[in-house]
């Protein structure tokens, strides 16, 4: 197979102990890797294909970690879905699927196989390649602030029961809000951005989108109640997070742990729709 690391995958040809998957898509992939599907790709070492790829993370005979990277993305999501769901499902991947195995996990996993010895790394002799680490997110930084923007998404209830509409100010308020308002706080929305720079520049960046598409997945449009979407886009050093019907959630490189609300005011039900309608979709 064209590609194939054939000593990996021969490594790992006896027993992969399945722990868990993800999926590696232009819709749907790890942000923690990066701001989109080619950045995300380029930290794997593998083409960004338009179908993307699935990823199985294990541990083999011997307790090494190796993460097996297959084409067959449909398996993958039934998976996925079916272990959502409490059900049982055994990826089982054909070797066909198989168009590498790479040493080491790219993502964090807090489980591991019994009966076999605890995750770590295979010899380079054996792997061929360095093994894949977590990105580090001890301190602030791109893989945090995506994380953080995830779990926002994950729990976006709780972060928007946080804020209160009437904090923001009304449009006749805008230009005095700009000048006095605290962003940190749930306030400042004059223009659609506050009268905080980096998020003026955030929404600046992501409006410039529209006009010139940025690369393939820094701007995804998910399922959400109603008839309204969520929204997640990332640029260098920001990542936003919105509902179509609702505000939106600005997280910066510069402001660490800091979670800044966009108030819907008159710009931002538009930029909104016109990102998800640029945006890429799970099948």
Not at 86 to 111: F, H, I, K, Q
Not at 192 to 209: D, F, I, K, N, S
Request: proline letters at 11%; charged letters at 20%.
């Amino acid at each position: 197979m064209a590609g194939t690391n054939d000593a990996a995958v021969a490594a790992t040809d006896d027993a992969l102990y399945v722990l868990t998957a993800v999926l590696l898509t232009p819709a749907q992939f790890p942000s923690v890797l990066g701001d989109d599907y080619p950045e995300a790709c380029a930290a794997l070492d593998l083409p960004p294909l338009p179908d993307g790829y699935g990823l199985v993370l294990g541990q083999d005979g011997d307790g090494a970690r190796w993460t097996v990277v297959i084409d067959d993305v449909s398996l993958v999501a039934v998976a996925i879905a079916s272990w959502d769901c409490g059900m049982e499902y055994d990826l089982s991947p054909d070797e066909r699927a198989v168009v590498t195995a790479l040493p080491g996990w790219p993502l964090a996993v807090a489980v591991a196989a019994p009966g076999v010895p605890a995750p770590h790394d295979p010899p380079a002799e054996t792997a061929g390649r360095p093994a894949l680490t977590p990105p580090d997110t001890a301190s602030w930084g791109p893989a945090q602030r995506r994380l953080g923007a995830d779990e926002i998404a994950l729990q976006w209830a709780a972060w928007r029961g946080q804020i209160n509409d009437a904090e923001f100010p009304a449009p006749g308020e805008r230009a005095e809000a700009a000048e006095s308002a605290n962003v940190g706080e749930a306030g400042a929305e004059p223009a659609t951005g506050g009268g905080h720079a980096g998020v003026r520049r955030v929404l600046a960046e992501a409006r410039a989108y529209v006009a010139v598409p940025p690369p393939l997945g820094r701007v995804r449009s998910s399922f959400a109640p109603g008839q309204a979407r969520t929204l997640r886009a990332d640029g260098p050093g920001w990542s936003i997070v919105a509902r179509t019907d609702d505000i939106a959630f600005v997280l910066l490189d510069e402001e660490p742990g800091e979670i800044l609300p966009v108030g819907r005011g008159p710009e931002l039900p538009g930029l909104l729709e016109a990102l998800d309608k640029m945006a890429v979709r799970p099948l």
